[in-house]
């Protein structure tokens, strides 16, 4: 009964003020894309995203349109071709799911780009972030001390789940593994992640609200180490270099605690840094930590490899991994890398297209700002190690653009 009565408030949002409805789509229900419509098992960021492509013609940021970065469209553009064209020549094609996933994967994001348009909506989606992030790390705190998540007991009993939910018990460096209002702890660790660069950007830039943005940055990085994921550790030294490497930072006093504790701590720092590394490296420390490591990927590649060289350039087909290769092979289990799925399904071509699109966000943001490009940086890093359960391109490219229209926003005004 509550999805359908959010996907009745959502829709009539966008039917009365169509900038506001996208905005809350992009930054509240895109990161809970478990959360399904009550059509079927469809996800409500599913029919939102395509009810928004329906309305945008008509509206007037459609000529906005062509502004979106060649940087970020052409990359999309050929990713796009590369399902299609996939879909079309495999064995099973899943047509529907193919273009649904081109218009909330690609299509989406360029609909956010040109609602961004001026300082009132850009505060309106950061303001959304913001809220986000306090509910995620207020769902964390019991969620940590309990050692149980009871807000995603509450979603599952209350609304239609369109997607997998997993409130996992098993504990990792002293914490428990938490999702807080998330599907899985990899996607919790993203969004921590991917959200601490735009609140490093408001904090560094704009002086009004400084050191709520910053407290707010290490919290969400707080979340992102709770969720269990050392792929996510790369994100989060991504976001340190980020940090440290900026003298507004360093002029803030939260950055003089922080380095305090870190010198003070460095000793329990330097050990539990090593114990993680050493459990990402060594296959054997992870008898005491329990999860994937290089010689799982080894195998998972081995049992990957002869469905590759079936059609090693256009690839299988759509969810081929998991409705082929998984049931056969035990051993592949979550695909602990998004290249696993992307020669399986996409071969070659999406593999390179997926390379492209990376590079391509990279050098967008570094040349509005050399630091942020650690963004898509990060993303690539924690994906290469981890599964893209739930971590789809359309979240990357969401946090792209909003850091692009961000920096831009601030560049004008110094000029």
């Given at each position: 009964?509550?999805?359908?009565?959010?996907?009745?408030?959502?829709?009539?949002?966008?039917?009365?003020?169509?900038?506001?409805?996208?905005?809350?789509?992009?930054?509240?229900?895109?990161?809970?894309?478990?959360?399904?419509?009550?059509?079927?098992?469809?996800?409500?960021?599913?029919?939102?995203?395509?009810?928004?492509?329906?309305?945008?013609?008509?509206?007037?940021?459609?000529?906005?349109?062509?502004?979106?970065?060649?940087?970020?469209?052409?990359?999309?553009?050929?990713?796009?071709?590369?399902?299609?064209?996939?879909?079309?020549?495999?064995?099973?094609?899943?047509?529907?799911?193919?273009?649904?996933?081109?218009?909330?994967?690609?299509?989406?994001?360029?609909?956010?780009?040109?609602?961004?348009?001026?300082?009132?909506?850009?505060?309106?989606?950061?303001?959304?972030?913001?809220?986000?992030?306090?509910?995620?790390?207020?769902?964390?705190?019991?969620?940590?001390?309990?050692?149980?998540?009871?807000?995603?007991?509450?979603?599952?009993?209350?609304?239609?789940?369109?997607?997998?939910?997993?409130?996992?018990?098993?504990?990792?460096?002293?914490?428990?593994?938490?999702?807080?209002?998330?599907?899985?702890?990899?996607?919790?660790?993203?969004?921590?992640?991917?959200?601490?660069?735009?609140?490093?950007?408001?904090?560094?830039?704009?002086?009004?609200?400084?050191?709520?943005?910053?407290?707010?940055?290490?919290?969400?990085?707080?979340?992102?180490?709770?969720?269990?994921?050392?792929?996510?550790?790369?994100?989060?030294?991504?976001?340190?270099?980020?940090?440290?490497?900026?003298?507004?930072?360093?002029?803030?006093?939260?950055?003089?605690?922080?380095?305090?504790?870190?010198?003070?701590?460095?000793?329990?720092?330097?050990?539990?840094?090593?114990?993680?590394?050493?459990?990402?490296?060594?296959?054997?420390?992870?008898?005491?930590?329990?999860?994937?490591?290089?010689?799982?990927?080894?195998?998972?590649?081995?049992?990957?490899?002869?469905?590759?060289?079936?059609?090693?350039?256009?690839?299988?087909?759509?969810?081929?991994?998991?409705?082929?290769?998984?049931?056969?092979?035990?051993?592949?289990?979550?695909?602990?890398?998004?290249?696993?799925?992307?020669?399986?399904?996409?071969?070659?071509?999406?593999?390179?297209?997926?390379?492209?699109?990376?590079?391509?966000?990279?050098?967008?943001?570094?040349?509005?700002?050399?630091?942020?490009?650690?963004?898509?940086?990060?993303?690539?890093?924690?994906?290469?190690?981890?599964?893209?359960?739930?971590?789809?391109?359309?979240?990357?490219?969401?946090?792209?653009?909003?850091?692009?229209?961000l920096i831009n926003s601030y560049n004008n005004k110094a000029m």
């Open positions: 009964m509550l999805s359908y009565a959010l996907l009745f408030v959502f829709i009539f949002l966008l039917l009365r003020d169509y900038k506001k409805g996208v905005i809350f789509t992009a930054f509240i229900v895109q990161p809970l894309t478990y959360i399904g419509s009550g059509i079927g098992e469809i996800s409500l960021y599913y029919i939102l995203a395509f009810f928004a492509l329906i309305l945008f013609p008509i509206t007037p940021y459609f000529k906005n349109i062509k502004t979106y970065p060649k940087l970020l469209l052409i990359p999309t553009c050929l990713m796009a071709i590369s399902y299609l064209v996939t879909n079309s020549i495999c064995r099973k094609p899943h047509t529907v799911l193919i273009i649904s996933n081109i218009i909330t994967q690609f299509i989406f994001p360029v609909i956010l780009w040109c609602v961004l348009t001026d300082d009132n909506k850009l505060k309106a989606a950061v303001k959304l972030l913001c809220y986000m992030c306090v509910i995620s790390i207020l769902v964390m705190i019991p969620e940590q001390i309990f050692k149980h998540n009871y807000f995603t007991d509450l979603i599952m009993h209350t609304c239609v789940i369109s997607d997998f939910v997993i409130d996992a018990d098993t504990i990792r460096y002293g914490l428990k593994r938490i999702n807080s209002i998330f599907s899985y702890f990899s996607t919790c660790g993203m969004f921590g992640y991917l959200s601490a660069y735009i609140l490093w950007i408001m904090g560094s830039k704009y002086k009004i609200r400084q050191n709520y943005y910053f407290v707010l940055l290490l919290l969400m990085m707080l979340l992102s180490f709770s969720s269990g994921s050392r792929a996510t550790f790369l994100g989060i030294f991504c976001v340190l270099i980020g940090l440290f490497t900026d003298s507004k930072f360093q002029q803030n006093n939260i950055f003089k605690i922080l380095l305090g504790l870190c010198i003070l701590l460095s000793p329990i720092i330097v050990s539990y840094v090593g114990d993680i590394l050493d459990s990402m490296i060594s296959s054997d420390s992870n008898k005491a930590v329990t999860g994937s490591s290089s010689e799982m990927r080894m195998l998972q590649w081995e049992a990957c490899l002869p469905y590759f060289e079936q059609s090693p350039i256009w690839g299988n087909g759509r969810m081929y991994i998991w409705e082929e290769v998984a049931p056969r092979n035990p051993i592949i289990q979550g695909a602990e890398s998004i290249f696993f799925s992307l020669t399986v399904d996409y071969g070659i071509m999406g593999v390179i297209t997926y390379l492209i699109m990376i590079g391509s966000a990279t050098i967008l943001l570094y040349k509005k700002e050399r630091r942020l490009a650690f963004l898509p940086i990060g993303y690539f890093l924690i994906l290469s190690l981890s599964p893209d359960a739930g971590i789809q391109y359309n979240l990357l490219l969401t946090f792209v653009v909003l850091s692009y229209k």
